[in-house]
């Protein structure tokens, strides 16, 4: 089954690893919490369980008020800070970024400041503008006379410069970078206070956490009552933290009931009553982030803040209408990208074109580190600038890649997480920039592994989809059931709405004593033509089931 060449061209397959589990364990966890057979066995699985089965009280009933900033680094001197606001009737500048994470995490902060009368003032960037604060957008608050300056999910690496403001400076990230965290008033970045045990947070969780100890010292209320925690849940999904520990509590709170108006707006255009974790994290984040990408990031945070129904309804179908324009200028720039094959089999690739838009090249980095399986940067011109978006392998921390590149002055400015990051490259560094981070990355593998939770019949995988919701939320960290089943025939195999999607889809017809149809998406470039060769024939396919279905993700 593996084969380890790279060729871009080749149809590559992946390595399948079944995960194995005792048999006693799986018949203690369905007594102990009436759970059925496959998905006890998915979640000692999942747990990594041996004998002890506590964590499975933990994980089926996350608590979030088991969790706080009691540790977390610079929380109490910001906590101090804002409660001198509070008390002195100063004003605070809320510097926010245009993703999802930086956008709730601005909302958050403007709605407790809004019920406890601070007075503030919001400056949120577009795409095109680039990442994080400059001295132009910095000045733009500095001018409404704010006397305390709060950067969310931005600002680590602009703290050398910022410290020369005569206001406070505060910063809430979690963007891996260098930073003097005694040059400024405060700075929470688990990163750079090497605090281990909240990597894994986004910006607006550790708002929701420092908000939290700020709430309970200025009043009797409890952060709950408040209503934002659906927005610690956007950000947590949208930034692809992995669902575990307060991630998971953020989530599965946060969507439990949602009551915020732009949101509720949002779910009744695309007829929905609930949403699920993959409903954020594939229609309701590509739509607030459209705003940023292609229009203006405040029209996505007045929706989250509005609290008039008519303004929220009138912004959420501009939303739809600028996402519908995002999708098509991904669309081609996902075909543009994969012409260039030689390119693509580069050890780090990096693709780039003036004529590429601003708005989309994260986007369409992520698309094509899907498809090859190798940590992508996508390009646009600015100036003198290729500033580019990247997206990464699991084995890659592209975050500390491009912060040493940084420190060695090969890039102008940059950083980011373990799987997604920024920078600006002057255009005469180019090509030393590149070579150096293909000379310097981390030996990963482009081969795909996938983990099998079960071997199942066909026939039972509609009982699997409707059980998997104890299993909620999904996500990073705790993704939707795999499953294997042998042996099924393949009797049509055919490519479906190909000009919807830049890289197609496959829709097949298997037969295994009764007749299914199941889809393949987004799969032509990458391991779809062999579900296509394979048509007439028995195979074994890998699905993976959510709460609506399952779909194909792999064939042999």
């Not at 409903?279 to 292609?294: K, Q």
Request: charged share 20%; aromatic share 10%.
């Amino acid at each position: 089954m593996m084969k380890t060449e790279s060729n871009f061209n080749e149809k590559k397959n992946s390595i399948w690893k079944i995960r194995k589990n005792e048999e006693e364990n799986i018949l203690s966890i369905m007594s102990l919490f009436n759970l059925s057979y496959n998905i006890a066995s998915i979640l000692i699985c999942r747990l990594k369980i041996s004998s002890d089965i506590s964590c499975v009280e933990k994980f089926l009933n996350s608590n979030i008020e088991d969790y706080s900033a009691s540790t977390l680094k610079g929380c109490t001197e910001i906590t101090n800070r804002l409660m001198q606001a509070f008390h002195n009737q100063e004003v605070v500048g809320i510097f926010g970024d245009y993703d999802v994470d930086g956008l709730s995490a601005t909302v958050l902060w403007s709605e407790i400041f809004e019920k406890y009368n601070i007075k503030y003032e919001v400056y949120i960037p577009n795409r095109c503008d680039g990442y994080g604060p400059t001295p132009e957008n910095v000045q733009i608050l500095l001018d409404k006379k704010v006397n305390v300056l709060l950067f969310v999910d931005c600002g680590t690496c602009c703290v050398s410069w910022l410290s020369k403001y005569e206001v406070d400076v505060c910063v809430i990230d979690h963007h891996v970078g260098v930073a003097d965290e005694n040059s400024i008033y405060a700075l929470v970045n688990p990163y750079v206070s090497t605090q281990s045990e909240f990597y894994d947070i986004c910006a607006v969780g550790l708002s929701y956490l420092i908000a939290k100890q700020f709430i309970s010292r200025i009043s009797n209320d409890d952060i709950l009552s408040c209503g934002v925690v659906d927005l610690a849940a956007y950000g947590t999904i949208a930034d692809v933290m992995p669902l575990v520990g307060i991630n998971r509590a953020y989530v599965k709170f946060g969507l439990n009931k949602i009551e915020r108006l732009g949101i509720r707006a949002l779910m009744e255009l695309m007829e929905k009553n609930t949403l699920s974790a993959g409903d954020v994290a594939f229609y309701i984040a590509p739509i607030l982030n459209s705003a940023g990408r292609i229009s203006s990031a405040m029209l996505a945070y007045e929706l989250l803040f509005t609290k008039d129904v008519h303004v929220a309804m009138q912004t959420a179908k501009t939303l739809f209408t600028l996402n519908e324009r995002r999708k098509e200028i991904e669309s081609s720039t996902v075909k543009q990208a994969l012409i260039d094959r030689k390119s693509l089999t580069n050890k780090v690739v990096c693709l780039k074109s003036e004529e590429w838009h601003a708005g989309v090249v994260g986007i369409v980095a992520g698309r094509v580190k899907e498809i090859i399986s190798r940590p992508t940067f996508v390009f646009y011109k600015s100036e003198n600038l290729w500033k580019g978006s990247a997206r990464s392998v699991s084995q890659v921390h592209i975050g500390n890649l491009i912060t040493q590149s940084v420190n060695l002055n090969l890039a102008v400015s940059g950083g980011g997480h373990s799987v997604a990051g920024g920078v600006s490259v002057d255009e005469s560094k180019f090509n030393l920039w590149q070579n150096w981070m293909c000379e310097n990355c981390p030996t990963y593998s482009d081969v795909k592994t996938i983990h099998v939770d079960l071997c199942i019949k066909l026939s039972k995988i509609s009982d699997l989809c409707r059980e998997i919701k104890v299993l909620s939320p999904f996500g990073m960290g705790n993704s939707y059931p795999v499953v294997l089943v042998k042996h099924v025939w393949l009797s049509k195999a055919d490519i479906h709405m190909k000009n919807e999607s830049p890289t197609g889809h496959v829709r097949c017809k298997i037969y295994d004593g009764a007749s299914y149809i199941f889809f393949a998406f987004r799969c032509l470039e990458d391991w779809g033509g062999k579900l296509l060769e394979a048509e007439g024939s028995y195979v074994d396919l890998l699905l993976q089931c959510n709460e609506r279905g399952a779909n194909i993700i792999d064939v042999a």
